[in-house]
């Protein structure tokens, strides 16, 4: 098999799809960083990257140059770029337009301060529209975080390349572009960046130079995880959790505690429910509902034995109405979307998280206190529903979150 030296600087730039690459291709490769301008004549064209193939049968070296030249050479040789040439040219395409976006970005700061702006304005333009083409690829790919097929590509290495240049310890020149680039990031490409680091060919990669995760999970430039900590109220009736999101400033902290407050408040800020108003309250009236649920439930849990059976019985079946009523209208709804797994679109939503997190509870916790109502519920659940609980929790988004607390799609 043949080997391979990669000549660039030590930077992300131009050199970066082709590390990804070489090490998914897992061959046999170094790289090296030529000092500079020392080393430029001793270069094909002045400039890296360059590419140095040494065979195996020893044959002379191949020496190749231009970026998007190696990275397709290294694709093809591994199988990262389909054989049909319609397919390839598919993925190829989207590599030019995210260079032009890095060409556009470089040209934007290299300009006077007078032609900065319409620069400026020219670079986003051209981000936004490889932003909405790159989503909506994912989306219908079935939102599986690849932009082809189920297997990592050209086309997902590339364009996690580039998120890697603008989020990941930017060059000088690209001081300002974390803030820009993610504040433009859509579910859909924070999943493609954390499928692709999820990918085992590329674990080498990732646990040597850091991971996206903490970058791309975070769309908004609200506070991140780390700013919050989980507190304990000193509640005589139980509820006993606070969530307190720590000021960077001398400001006060933030202390909710208040569970709907809460919940929303950070779907807000993290862009699980919608901006638009008339978007979110379908989501909202959702949990509304099913705070309902929750209610009588638990007036059916707390009667006990004390009253007159006549009583219990009528709250059970008030109970067993509107718990059936919810789940119909849900699993309704995720018909209508297509049975994808998601309650609106096709990316984790509010919706999704909080009927996921009541059939855990319903299902799981109550379990242990009230079997009755646990097995009750666990017959009225529908396909689509635990379709919703897998899908859920094979999000990448979740991965932290089901490997320490384990799986519950596993019930059904
Ligand atoms: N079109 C070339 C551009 C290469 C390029 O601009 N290389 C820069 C680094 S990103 C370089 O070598 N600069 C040093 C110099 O020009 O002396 C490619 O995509 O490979």
């Not at 060409?103 to 620069?119: C, I, N, W, Y």
């Not at 059976?309 to 309704?332: C, P, S």
Request: charged share 25%; with cysteine.
């Amino acid at each position: 098999m043949a080997s391979y030296i990669f000549r660039y600087f030590n930077v992300a730039g131009f050199g970066e799809t082709t590390r990804l690459l070489l090490t998914a291709a897992k061959v046999d490769w170094s790289e090296e960083n030529p000092e500079w301008p020392l080393e430029k004549p001793n270069q094909p064209f002045g400039r890296l990257p360059v590419l140095i193939e040494h065979s195996a049968d020893g044959s002379p070296d191949l020496v190749i140059t231009e970026s998007g030249t190696i990275e397709r050479y290294v694709a093809r040789t591994y199988g990262f770029l389909p054989a049909d040439p319609l397919n390839a040219a598919l993925q190829e395409q989207l590599r030019d337009r995210l260079n032009d976006v890095v060409l556009a970005f470089f040209a934007h700061k290299s300009v006077s301060e007078g032609e900065r702006q319409s620069m400026h304005d020219k670079f986003e333009e051209l981000l936004d529209k490889v932003v909405a083409v790159h989503s909506e690829l994912l989306r219908k790919n079935g939102n599986n975080g690849h932009l082809f097929g189920t297997e990592l590509s050209f086309a997902d290495i590339n364009t996690y390349a580039f998120l890697r240049m603008f989020l990941i310890n930017p060059m000088p020149s690209l001081e300002h572009s974390p803030q820009l680039v993610k504040a433009k990031l859509t579910p859909e490409i924070a999943k493609l960046a954390v499928t692709v680091e999820a990918d085992p060919l590329l674990e080498a990669f990732v646990s040597k130079k850091g991971g996206l995760a903490e970058y791309v999970l975070h769309k908004s430039s609200g506070p991140r995880s780390s700013d919050f900590e989980q507190g304990k109220l000193d509640h005589p009736n139980g509820c006993p959790v606070v969530l307190i999101q720590k000021s960077s400033d001398s400001s006060p902290d933030l202390v909710f505690n208040k569970f709907i407050a809460m919940e929303r408040y950070l779907a807000r800020t993290y862009g699980f429910l919608p901006a638009d108003p008339s978007q979110a309250a379908l989501q909202e009236q959702l949990h509304d509902e099913q705070r309902g649920v929750m209610k009588n439930l638990l007036i059916s849990v707390a009667i006990g034995i004390e009253a007159a059976q006549v009583v219990r019985d009528l709250v059970f079946i008030m109970f067993e109405e509107r718990l059936e009523k919810f789940i119909n209208a849900h699993t309704e709804l995720l018909r209508k979307n297509g049975n994808t797994g998601y309650s609106f679109s096709s990316t984790l939503s509010y919706a999704d998280l909080m009927i996921y997190s009541f059939m855990k509870l319903v299902i799981i916790e109550f379990a242990q206190s009230s079997k009755d109502i646990a097995r009750r519920f666990k017959g009225k659940m529908t396909p689509e529903l635990a379709k919703l609980a897998a899908t859920v929790e094979a999000d990448p988004l979740l991965e932290a979150y089901v490997s320490q607390r384990g799986k519950f799609a596993n019930v059904f």
